[in-house]
């Protein structure tokens, strides 16, 4: 299989672009021959990462810069987002949750869907990177 | 059974069949307009203070975790009445953010509306 032309997607933080970047991280999820449900489940972590960059790092702001880049090779998916928001690094081990409180259940999607997930602060905001292996 | 008005196409159809308050619900939720989804909810909830409430989400293929806290928040108010939440007609991305979130023993999943009423 020739690997898939790599993804790079700008965008802002609003909401309103989940829906379109969760599309087409799923395309490209399929063009890398992930089947469905793990096409659902890189969609759904990519959603959840950007969703907490608009609420915790651009503190839901809309037009906060986003900058996502997929790629695929040696059979494994890296995708990285960038933001330019807070910079403040997600806690490295979730508390224990209360189900009747909300909250943390996108940090939770990530750790358990993807192989590895890394935060690394920048200098003007935060570099998230999760890889996912194809079996 | 008592058709009841909505203001929102996530929520197509709402009724209320004696204290179940039935709500059918469309479309992928996430972050854009779950709150939206929030909105609808807790006034018809307010409005209808139901023992049951039966979310038919037959027709929601995928929700992120902002609706979750949607539902959850619905729970906790028909909680405090000593009613139940009843989730019907799970699609496989609902429900596999529900176990991700180990979120599925706080609600009753059932495969369709009357196995709720039943219940």
């Not at chain 2, 059918?24 to 609808?40: C, F």
């Given at each position: ?32 021959d ?7 489940q ?6 959840e ?7 915790h ?6 037009d ?9 090779s ?7 987002i ?54 | 059974?008592?058709?009841?008005t ?7 159809s ?14 992928e939720?996430?972050?854009h307009?779950?709150?939206e989804?929030r ?16 979310l ?25 009445t000593?009613?139940?939440?009843f989730?019907?007609?799970?699609q ?9 979130a180990?979120?599925s ?5 059932c ?9």
């Amino acid at each position: 299989m020739i690997d898939p032309t790599p993804l790079r997607l700008r965008i802002t933080s609003d909401p309103a672009n989940l829906a379109p970047v969760r599309r087409k991280i799923e395309g490209f999820c399929a063009d890398c021959d992930f089947d469905e449900e793990a096409q659902g489940q890189i969609g759904l972590c990519v959603n959840e990462a950007l969703a907490n960059i608009t609420r915790h790092a651009y503190k839901k702001a809309t037009d906060g810069p986003v900058q996502l880049d997929a790629d695929f090779s040696a059979n494994a998916l890296k995708i990285q987002i960038r933001d330019w928001g807070t910079g403040t690094t997600p806690p490295l081990r979730p508390r224990p949750r209360d189900p009747l409180q909300p909250g943390g259940v996108g940090l939770v999607c990530l750790r358990e869907l993807m192989d590895e997930i890394r935060f690394t602060p920048q200098a003007d905001g935060m570099l998230l990177t999760m890889e996912r292996k194809l079996n | 059974m008592e058709e009841l008005t909505t203001h929102s196409e996530l929520i197509p159809s709402a009724s209320k069949d004696g204290e179940a308050l039935i709500l059918i619900i469309r479309g992928e939720i996430d972050l854009h307009n779950s709150p939206e989804l929030r909105t609808e909810m807790l006034d018809l909830l307010a409005r209808h203070k139901p023992q049951k409430l039966i979310l038919d989400l037959a027709r929601v293929p995928y929700i992120d975790s902002s609706t979750l806290a949607v539902f959850v928040e619905a729970l906790k108010k028909v909680l405090k009445t000593g009613g139940k939440v009843f989730l019907v007609g799970l699609q496989p991305r609902v429900q596999g953010l529900l176990e991700i979130a180990r979120l599925s023993s706080i609600f009753v999943i059932c495969r369709d509306t009357p196995e709720a009423m039943a219940k």
